[in-house]
């Protein structure tokens, strides 16, 4: 996977992706500060952890690699705010998904519905090598926590968001049956996404947008 910490920085706009040296600094002796912010931790944990599986791959993210990338000298800097490492998953997971929304968020500047839905359905499609990189670390954390691609709160939220954002910007364009117009639009987004994980040479970006496209103008949504 060719991805970076510096382009998933420039991807996300997170001005500091890594957490290294942001709560240690000198040499770590082992012993827990005496004053920790456990969501300040829970943050950088999430981080560490997303980061060394950008670069890496999941089976990397250890409880070590972790500490060692928060500058930390001790597992226990880790175990103490994620005693498993489905916790640690979890955090990362809740990092990754929220620093999603946010950008997806953030780059939508349109007021117009039609284009506002087509520039989200390309922002979330893995039509690049990082949003593929992405997607893949998505469903290997996910597998790992709980053996299959749904269970966890994380991906639910994931999940609601994303249906809550498609049926907002649907009801502004469709007459009626929103909600149903919203599910096909959102089980297209999954079922092209799921399909370019296992066969990313036959779902090129081109064959991605173009049935994006094909169901944004069965259903009427097009801006085109």
């Known amino acids: 996977m060719s991805l970076t910490r510096s382009s998933t920085l420039l991807y996300y706009g997170i001005d500091d992706f890594s957490p290294r040296h942001q709560a240690y600094s000198g040499n770590y002796s082992g012993v827990m500060p005496r004053i920790v912010d456990e969501s300040q931790r829970h943050a950088e944990i999430g981080r560490a952890a997303l980061s060394i599986a950008i670069v890496k791959g999941i089976d990397a993210v250890t409880f070590r ?12 800097a880790v175990t103490h705010y994620a005693p498993t490492r489905v916790d640690v ?10 620093a999603g929304q946010e950008a997806i968020e953030a780059s939508s500047v349109t007021d117009d519905p039609r284009t506002a839905l087509a520039d989200l ?23 790992q926590i709980t053996g299959h691609l749904s269970g966890h709160e994380e991906l639910d939220q994931w999940g609601l968001w994303l249906y809550d954002r498609v049926e907002e910007l649907v009801a502004e364009i469709a007459e009626s049956d929103a909600k149903a117009t919203s599910d096909a639009i959102v089980a297209m987004i999954t079922g092209v996404t799921v399909s370019t994980l296992i066969a990313s040479d036959y779902w090129t970006p081109d064959r991605q947008r173009a049935a994006a496209k094909a169901a944004l103008v069965a259903h009427n949504l097009s801006a085109d």
């Open 121 to 143: 359905v390309e922002a979330v499609l893995p039509t690049d090598q990082m949003t593929l990189g992405f997607a893949r670390i998505a469903v290997d954390a996910s597998i």
């Open 89 to 98: 998953l979890r955090l990362m997971l809740e990092t990754l998904y929220t």
């Open 65 to 76: 690699s972790v500490a060692a990338e928060i500058g930390a000298g001790s597992t226990t």
